[in-house]
């Protein structure tokens, strides 16, 4: 049902051993459960300058762009730093902006060593809203991470069930902007 919708998660660590980027591949498995097609952008692999130097093309910039570009919803993943999201998140979106976001449905989870990632939601919910995204409201905050994820996996069945059910949403929801065309189609449709 859903094999035309592609989902592009953006992972905002890059430790080797990132509990964001085990959360992103569980999402992801959710979304193409239902048939999706889906790609992680795992930024250790791409040159990202500190945006400013060499303009918006600088590095690797324009293979983001593209990659982001061909999804249809996005799911962005970011450790917690210092109570918000982390600068490699911060440069994948200074490079990217309105164009590629501009419409779709994004899915957000922040994953922190210590509490409840509120703040670190919020600034990103901001960022998606400035950018003219669909923010889902399930977003996913993972405390005590340490905890939650271990050796490569999610180890909380309730933030397993979370991360999952927004992997489906991302995908169910991926062209939310359709709606209104749609449910004028469906009103004309019954009253012909
Ligand atoms: C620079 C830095 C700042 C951090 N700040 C916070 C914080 O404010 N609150 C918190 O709960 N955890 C904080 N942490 C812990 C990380 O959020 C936590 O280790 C997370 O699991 C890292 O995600 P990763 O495994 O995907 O790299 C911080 C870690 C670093 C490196």
Not at 29 to 35: C, K, M, V, W
Not at 149 to 163: F, L, N, Q, S
Request: glycine share 8%; hydrophobic share 40%.
């Amino acid at each position: 049902m859903y094999s035309e919708t592609h989902v592009v998660a953006v992972c905002g660590s890059l430790r080797d051993e990132s509990r964001t980027r085990i959360a992103l591949e569980e999402a992801l498995e959710a979304s193409a459960a239902i048939g999706a097609t889906t790609q992680l952008i795992d930024l250790r692999d791409y040159a990202l300058p500190q945006y400013g130097l060499d303009g918006k093309d600088a590095g690797d910039a324009p293979e983001l762009r593209a990659a982001l570009d061909a999804a249809d919803g996005i799911i962005l993943g970011t450790p917690v730093y210092h109570g918000s999201y982390s600068s490699p998140l911060k440069a994948a979106l200074d490079y990217s902006g309105r164009d590629e976001f501009r419409g779709k449905s994004v899915g957000m989870i922040a994953i922190a060593g210590g509490r409840f990632p509120t703040k670190c939601l919020e600034h990103l919910r901001n960022v998606c809203r400035h950018i003219n995204a669909w923010v889902l409201p399930t977003e996913v905050a993972i405390p005590n991470a340490n905890s939650a994820i271990e050796e490569g996996e999610i180890t909380d069945p309730a933030v397993a069930d979370r991360v999952q059910r927004l992997g489906k949403e991302v995908v169910q929801y991926a062209h939310i902007e359709r709606l209104p065309q749609l449910m004028e189609e469906s009103l004309s449709n019954h009253s012909g």
